[in-house]
């Protein structure tokens, strides 16, 4: 099995040595244990038996199936029978800048942005790759892996050119149907929220900036997210406080408060149910350290 740029705190999965994507196969027999991961993560299936267990419930896993997780979601593997999975994994940081522009196209926008969102799906979105589809997936996530050794600092180009050609081909092969380019008010609304996370947005200040009526904008978002702005808001400050919770030694009141929750009962209950784990549990499970 390949060395991968991954480092295991508990059941915490984290990049080392400032690496930002990379693809490769992972073999599993019989169980792999819940843990969650720093990075966004797409699983394709290419062989053997298994199952994922996740929030979302138990997933028979099939050849071609595909997982995108977003950071902080948690999953495991169960009844592997040789579960062949080649993995791609790429920084929060990607999807930040370089990627950035993804959230305005169609379909790479619904598949890195807002489907693992909508629909309940709480931060998991599945599909299905075959045929040619899932050949050229195959191809880009192999060059990506032959770069897996390549330093950032001369390589970071080829990384995410790579990456780009297996996200958009995957785009295509998930969201069958485009669901047409997102309203500039969509964009501009998520990008203002997830700037100031810890804000005191309303819907009615929100429109207001944005020179729309309320009501408007609440259909643009739904149209464009499945979700309206208030509840795409919530899900960006429960993965916000889920990496914090990973990577901070901060009081798990003060991550509430820089999230935009300072009441700590309805911080506990956002994060509970979006991941159904209470903040302390979800920190002590999958860190060495808890600071509550």
């Known amino acids: 099995m390949d060395e991968f740029p991954v480092e295991n705190t508990r059941t915490l999965l984290h990049f080392i040595d400032g690496s930002l994507a990379f693809a490769g196969h992972y073999l599993h027999e019989d169980t792999h244990p819940i843990h969650t991961h720093s ?44 579960l ?59 060059a990506l892996h032959d770069l897996r050794g390549a330093p950032v600092a001369t390589h970071r ?19 069958a149907v ?8 969509v964009l501009e609304a998520m990008r203002m929220m997830e700037e100031r996370p810890a804000y005191q947005w309303t819907l009615t200040e929100l429109a207001a900036g944005l020179h729309v009526a309320p009501g ?21 400050r429960v993965e916000l406080a889920a990496t914090r919770l990973l990577h901070t030694d ?13 009441d700590q009962n309805y911080f506990a209950r956002r994060f509970k149910s979006h991941y159904g784990l209470s903040a302390s549990t979800y920190r002590a499970r999958f860190t060495k350290s808890v600071k509550t």
């Open 39 to 82: 990075f966004v993560e797409i699983a394709v299936v290419m062989g053997g038996s298994g199952a994922q267990r996740s929030l979302a419930g138990r997933q028979v896993l099939n050849v071609g199936d595909v997982l995108l997780l977003r950071p902080g979601v948690w999953h495991g593997y169960e009844d592997c029978r040789a």
């Open 84 to 142: 062949d999975l080649y993995n791609c994994c790429f920084s929060p940081e990607l999807l930040r800048n370089e990627l950035a522009w993804t959230r305005e196209d169609p379909q790479l926008g619904h598949l890195l942005w807002t489907g693992p969102y909508a629909e309940q799906r709480r931060g998991i979105l599945t599909g299905h790759l075959s045929g040619d589809a899932f050949a050229a997936c195959l191809t880009h996530l192999e």
């Open 157 to 175: 180009g080829d990384l995410v050119g790579r990456l780009t050609l297996f996200l958009s081909g995957l785009a295509r092969a998930l969201v």
């Open 178 to 185: 485009s669901p047409g380019a997102a309203h500039h008010a």
């Open 216 to 236: 408007y904008l609440v259909r643009l978002f739904k149209g464009a997210t499945g979700l309206p702005p208030m509840a795409y808001l919530s899900r960006h």
């Open 250 to 262: 901060q009081p798990i009141s003060r991550i509430g408060e820089s999230v935009g929750w300072p």
